[in-house]
């Protein structure tokens, strides 16, 4: 198993992947997901593994595609709660790692974590020998969301290397684009333009990682100035959740950050738009779902959206683990 996931035991930090694994396991494994589901191919390839799903935060897309992944690949989910500090012993105050370290006893393939606090994947995957795929730690990283975006990508644009990408919105607390922020330094020429408030900025940590990997990035407040230049806008959504204020995504001084039909008007014709969702105010949904470049949710034709995306890399992710 380590192997064919390229050395790695869990799924914890997107800068743990190489690019040979994203390019010549990962992503071709996609590709068979996906024909094997519009195939409706029924066959069994996880029959007898066995999947725990914890999850402490809210979630739609991640927890129901894993859950469809697994039971589409064979697979069982022998436990799952959608809110692991309500509905188990942590709400008696038992620690995440108890936890752990119980589930493992009682034995699964795969133990997949929703944690409310960066770090949470790493802490459980500290005291698991059971693979532990991190599906969101509080503000820290997303890995499997980063890999079914640069897919996605990969689909629509053909290639990664020398994409010129805006990553929009919450930056700070916005996991998905620390995680794929993290991807792009795999690749070569990358340019990413950073558009947040100033109070919102995407993190040091993953700015010192970028200039060490080579990849070009600036810093702005107004999607409209960038928006020419673009192959990929990806807005995010304000991470209300983890404590970021609500704030007016078309304030002219505090930052534009919101994408409109002005700024349809303004980006490239064969540009990309993209949003991890929940969407809530970023997008002018009446102006832009109707546009082809919106591939985040119900695309038209047989453009692949992200959301389905998301399935087919959760079952690759799944079958690589444990077939
Ligand atoms: N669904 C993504 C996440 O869990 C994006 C978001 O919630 O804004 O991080």
């Avoid at 066995?50 to 989910?77: D, P, Q, Y």
């Avoid at 105050?93 to 974590?113: K, P």
């Avoid at 500290?126 to 990283?141: E, H, L, R, Y």
Wanted: proline share 3%; net charge neutral.
């Amino acid at each position: 198993m380590e192997k064919r996931f390229g050395g790695l035991k869990h799924i914890l930090r997107a800068q743990d992947f190489s690019r040979k694994w994203i390019e010549e396991v990962l992503f071709p494994k996609t590709d068979e997901m996906e024909a094997r589901t519009l195939k409706g191919d029924r066959g069994q390839p996880l029959f007898g593994k066995e999947m725990i799903s914890l999850f402490a935060g809210e979630s739609l897309r991640t927890r129901a595609s894993f859950n469809i992944a697994m039971k589409r690949l064979g697979g069982e989910i022998t436990f799952e709660t959608e809110d692991v500090r309500k509905f188990s012993s942590m709400a008696k105050g038992e620690s995440l790692e108890d936890t752990i370290i119980t589930l493992n006893e009682y034995g699964a393939d795969v133990i997949v974590l929703r944690y409310d606090e960066e770090g949470g994947a790493e802490r459980a995957a500290a005291v698991s020998d059971i693979p532990i795929i991190n599906a969101g730690d509080g503000g820290g990283q997303h890995p499997t969301q980063a890999l079914l975006d640069l897919y996605v990508i990969q689909k629509h644009l053909n290639r990664i290397d020398g994409i010129s990408i805006a990553m929009i919105g919450d930056l700070e607390k916005g996991r998905t684009v620390h995680s794929l922020a993290y991807l792009f330094g795999k690749f070569d020429g990358v340019k990413i333009y950073f558009v947040s408030p100033d109070n919102l900025k995407i993190k040091p940590d993953i700015k010192e990682y970028l200039n060490r990997h080579n990849v070009r990035f600036f810093e702005t407040k107004d999607v409209r100035e960038v928006a020419s230049k673009v192959d990929v806008f990806y807005q995010t959504r304000t991470q209300t959740n983890l404590g970021t204020k609500p704030f007016d995504r078309a304030d002219e001084k505090n930052g534009f950050t919101v994408i409109n039909k002005q700024i349809l008007d303004l980006a490239k014709k064969d540009s990309i738009i993209l949003h991890p969702l929940p969407c809530t105010d970023e997008i002018v949904r009446s102006e832009v779902d109707p546009d082809r470049r919106a591939v985040y949710i119900k695309t038209k034709g047989d453009r692949m959206s992200q959301v389905k995306g998301g399935i087919y890399i959760r079952m690759a992710i799944l079958w690589l683990l444990l077939f």
